[in-house]
């Protein structure tokens, strides 16, 4: 079995290059923070950021600099409001970032086009949206079948996705449990996969749950272990969602010395995400889960 675990300095110098489409996905849970630091770390540029509900990590990368351009189906801090640096980049005029905006469903059907190698994707959702004005990419179709005029989206092929995992092996067969988003589809939409675990298994572990292999090692470039990556977002079974920190966030990014003072400290200040732990003694104590074991099942015959 081929080892493809590196570091995340080195899956990322490797793998994400200045101009690309990088995809972080996860949905409330399993978002890799510690991808999106490394990616301000290394200083990459002109990056397009897609996502279906970009949120905290993308308005860090947009504030960092990174950012060119941002495809998505909503962005905010979610329960609590705006994203303000996103919204401070869009508002400047002339505007410091391009949008592109879809429904939530226009970007999981970007995504499925994008795995199944078709050019497009129709669905039915954007009647009475006002989106197709704002959106020239949203186009029409007539349905050969049945004369129905259908709106249709193109197919979304990232050059980078990153997706975080409870476990993996080295060769990338990936986990995944709990919420569940397009990690999937972006991952088999995607030129190049980095995963990122909260742990590294052997590959006896993930035979023995075949069904819970949500992304196989053979779509997979690199393989990253990076306990608490996703954090402030939560692993199911590893730990919870920091809440504080959401809330927090709006007062930290609501001016730009304050965001940046978060950025020098949390980001450029530490080399990883082992320093970016240490610097919040208590934390791993305070969101580690309590154990909520599911019920085995017999794969015997």
């Given at each position: 079995m081929e080892n493809k675990v590196l570091s995340m300095r080195e899956a990322v110098a490797e793998l994400v290059k200045d101009g690309d489409t990088v995809v972080i996905e996860g949905f409330t849970h399993l978002i890799?923070?510690?991808a999106g630091h490394e990616i301000i770390r290394q200083g990459r540029k002109d990056l397009t950021l897609a996502r279906l509900t970009p949120d905290l990590i993308y308005d860090q990368m947009i504030a960092a600099g990174t950012a060119k351009k941002l495809v998505f189906?909503?962005?905010?801090?979610?329960?609590?409001?705006?994203?303000?640096?996103?919204r401070r980049a869009v508002e400047a005029q002339p505007p410091r970032l391009e949008i592109e905006e879809y429904s939530h469903f226009g970007m999981v059907a970007r995504f499925s086009a994008g795995a199944a190698n078709l050019p497009f994707w129709t669905m039915r959702n954007y009647n009475g949206s006002d989106i197709p004005g704002s959106n020239a990419r949203i186009r029409t179709v007539k349905c050969p079948y049945t004369g129905e005029e259908l709106a249709t989206v193109p197919a979304l092929r990232p050059d980078v996705t990153i997706i975080h995992a409870q476990r993996a092996d080295k060769n990338g067969?990936?986990?995944?449990?709990?919420?569940?988003?397009?990690?999937?589809?972006?991952?088999?939409?995607s030129k190049?996969?980095?995963v990122v675990v909260e742990e590294l298994v052997d590959e006896t572990v993930i035979r023995s749950d075949p069904n819970r292999t949500l992304i196989p090692g053979f779509q997979v470039d690199a393989v990253v272990l990076e306990p608490w990556g996703a954090h402030p977002s939560f692993a199911q079974g590893y730990y919870d969602r920091d809440n504080d920190f959401y809330v927090?966030?709006?007062?930290?990014?609501?001016?730009?010395?304050?965001?940046?003072?978060?950025l020098d400290e949390f980001v450029y200040g530490v080399k990883g995400r082992k320093q970016y732990m240490d610097k919040q003694p208590g934390l791993a104590d305070r969101l580690k889960a309590k154990s909520m074991i599911c019920q085995g099942v017999n794969y015997g015959y």
């Open positions: 890799c923070f510690a189906s909503w962005a905010g801090n979610p329960g609590v409001g705006s994203l303000h640096a996103f067969n990936a986990h995944i449990w709990g919420l569940m988003g397009v990690q999937k589809e972006a991952a088999f939409a190049k996969v980095i927090n966030w709006d007062k930290i990014a609501r001016e730009e010395a304050g965001l940046k003072k978060y």
